[in-house]
Nanobody, 124 residues
């Protein structure tokens, strides 16, 4: 089976930074052929798209709310995707999930594999 394990979440003050990691293991033929993404779900809200990256990292797509503040990247040699979050705002508080799928789409239904999430809390 495929397992995705997120780490790096925590409590941070507004304006601070966090770097989330998501490491894949298990039944994946070749990690580098998968697109990767981050989604988040705030308390009482639906899951929303944050960022996505095509296989082999040719480019990235971001939600308008995080553009210029977050950076998605991947290290295929480590089967890992990262989300560097800078200048965090209280509205960024959410559980963050990583995902693997065939295409870097914004529709969460199109992603095949999900981690269990890591909590990010930003205080004002």
């Amino acid at each position: 089976q495929v397992q995705l394990v997120e780490s790096g979440g925590g409590l941070v003050q507004a304006g601070g930074s966090l770097n989330l990691s998501c490491t894949s293991s298990g039944h994946i033929f070749d990690f580098k052929i998968y697109a990767v993404a981050w989604f988040r779900r705030a308390q009482g809200s639906e899951r929303e798209f944050v960022a996505a990256l095509m296989r082999s990292a040719p480019g990235a797509s971001y939600a308008d709310s995080v553009q210029g503040r977050f950076t998605i990247s991947r290290d295929n040699s480590k089967n890992t995707v990262y989300l560097q979050m800078d200048n965090l705002k209280p509205e960024d508080s959410a559980v963050y999930y990583c995902a693997l799928g065939p295409l870097p789409v914004r529709d969460s239904r199109q992603w095949d594999h999900w981690g269990q999430g890591t909590q990010v809390a930003v205080s004002s």
